[in-house]
């Protein structure tokens, strides 16, 4: 299997090393979503990188801009057997879809 890079840019910092990775582009809403985590035995540097809620945010993939929008959760868990972090969040261009959407009696407005 390949290895694809996959970065946060947050405040000037490239954040890197994740071993999950989603990012969503949805024609529907005209939107982007990203989450991204990392889970060891053992908390290492970036289990304190310092990101909080709100940041302005820029999912990179090798290089190249994929969402630029702001950290929407930052999740760390620290157990006896795990140390987890988990970030996730949307681009800047959330907006409620106005295309028509399918429901079990026809199609509706957005």
């Not at 090393?17 to 985590?37: C, D, E, Y």
């Not at 035995?41 to 289990?47: A, K, L």
């Not at 929008?69 to 140390?83: D, F, T």
């Amino acid at each position: 299997m390949a290895f694809i890079d996959i970065g946060l840019l947050i405040g000037g910092t490239r954040y890197g090393g994740w071993q999950a990775v989603s990012v969503v582009r949805s024609i529907a809403t005209l939107s982007g979503q990203f989450s991204v985590g990392l889970t060891e035995r053992w908390p290492g540097p970036w289990f304190s990188w310092p990101i909080s809620t709100g940041e302005r945010v820029q999912v990179l993939i090798v290089d190249q801009s994929a969402i630029a929008g702001w950290v929407g959760q930052v999740e760390r868990v620290g157990e006896a057997s795990r140390y987890m972090l988990s970030i996730s969040g949307r681009d800047g261009r959330a907006i409620r879809s106005i295309a028509p959407r399918a429901t079990g009696r026809g199609v509706v407005g957005g």
